[in-house]
């Protein structure tokens, strides 16, 4: 299914433009949209697939998928990654919009989200902080609920809306997708500028969220790794970008248990300041990457045709692009019997490439599941005190 579209490889770093960059891991045939829902089996398992050609930039420390083609993107109304269901998600979220308002003082301030998707955050801060929102999402769709100090705009973020001034330019998950990064951050950077003048504030303030190439790489947390993502940030690339499109960097940090980065800027970057520290241990966990993926997913085959033999069910817990990612790779089949999520707007669809239902978690009486396989750490108690809950005693595994 790769085809026409194949590999090809770039040979410029598409965070600083340095070349040089070095391809260093494969992966062929992943689904392109791993957080797509299927109602019909045959649609599911006949979902596009593309690859990943990973290379890392020596210059800068960022990592990016060389086959990456952004014309195989779509995202439709069918797309569903709201995590917001999760009460350990809700709280992480809370904290990240407390620490927000505590560090810019936003209250009776104007928010911008770009990338805004159902809008839950941008509610959120404004509600917290008593603000008012504007957000920008192609995809999002009015449902009658949006609250009055809130509104919506159904583009993309860009120059032609400089009549939005804002206090805090918000960008989370978004970046990651975008093809030229760079372009991107520099077209933030004037569109937010645009109304600096009118700014009494000391400027607007700039607040981007990105999932962390470390924790992929230095925690294999490998079930991250998926078509949809271009970038892979790490700390110092990230810093770097925004730097090298004239932002003054604030703060950068790991988050979510290392998963997530944040980075905080202003616009009043000094061109020619002397460029951020590389991440001195990604080097050396780029090298051994490959070795260490084959070697975790030779574990977990293992583990499944163990199950199998056995005569064992699992299920998996969290249809997220974790969950997706584990099963397309795998290639799991009927041991793994379900998938289970809490959002219940996925409940009932079917995983993209391998077809396992998404169940809700009082489906499992019926399943009687051997395990439980969690796709992410941070809600093992959420998941153990819920399935508990139901009166089981599975096994419990954090893939
Ligand atoms: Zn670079």
């Not at 060389?66 to 993107?73: G, K, L, Q, V």
């Not at 009658?144 to 009055?148: C, M, Q, S, T, V």
């Given at each position: 299914m790769t085809g026409a579209h194949g590999t090809h490889t770039a040979?410029?770093?598409?965070?600083?433009?340095?070349?040089g960059v070095r391809i260093f891991f494969e992966m062929r045939n992943v689904p392109t949209h791993c957080n797509l829902l299927f109602s019909e089996r045959a649609e599911a398992l006949a979902v596009a697939r593309g690859d990943l050609v990973l290379a890392f930039c020596p210059a800068c420390g960022h990592v990016f998928n060389?086959?990456?083609?952004?014309?195989?993107?779509h995202y439709t109304q069918q797309y569903e990654n709201s995590l917001h269901f999760s009460p350990r998600f809700q709280q992480f979220v809370e904290a990240q919009a407390a620490g927000l308002i505590a560090r810019y003082d936003l209250h009776g301030k104007t928010i911008v989200d770009v990338g805004c998707g159902k809008g839950d955050f941008l509610k959120l801060i404004c509600e917290m902080g008593g603000n008012h929102g504007v957000g920008f999402d192609p995809s999002y769709v009015f449902d009658?609920?949006?609250?009055?100090h809130v509104r919506f705009v159904q583009d993309f973020y860009s120059e032609k809306h400089t009549d939005v001034p804002a206090d805090l330019v918000c960008c989370r998950q978004v970046l990651e997708h975008i093809e030229d990064p760079a372009r991107f951050v520099a077209m933030v950077k004037r569109a937010a500028g645009?109304?600096?003048?009118?700014?009494?504030?000391?400027g607007v303030r700039i607040f981007f969220e990105v999932p962390n190439v470390l924790y992929t790489l230095r925690d294999l947390g490998i079930w991250d790794l998926i078509y949809e993502h271009v970038s892979y940030f790490s700390p110092a690339s990230l810093r770097r970008l925004f730097e090298g499109q004239g932002m003054r960097v604030l703060d950068v940090a790991e988050v979510y248990g290392g998963q997530f980065l944040t980075l905080d800027a202003a616009l009043d970057g000094a061109p020619g300041d002397a460029p951020a520290p590389l991440d001195s241990a990604l080097p050396a966990l780029v090298e051994t990457f490959a070795a260490s993926y084959a070697q975790k997913l030779a574990g977990w085959r293992a583990w499944l045709a163990g199950l199998r033999a056995a005569g064992g069910k699992a299920v998996a817990w969290g249809a997220g692009s974790k969950g997706v990612t584990f099963l397309n790779v795998l290639g799991a089949?009927?041991?793994?019997?379900a998938i289970v999520d809490i959002n219940p707007r996925k409940q009932g669809m079917l995983v993209a490439g391998t077809g396992q239902r998404i169940v809700p978690p009082d489906a499992l009486p019926e399943l009687r599941p051997d395990a439980v396989l969690i796709m992410n750490p941070l809600y093992v108690s959420e998941i153990q005190s819920t399935v508990h809950g139901l009166g089981l005693k599975p096994d419990f595994h954090v893939v």
């Open positions: 040979t410029r770093c598409i965070a600083c433009g340095a070349d060389t086959a990456f083609d952004p014309s195989r993107m009658g609920a949006e609250p009055p645009a109304r600096q003048a009118n700014h009494d504030q000391g089949g009927d041991e793994v019997s």
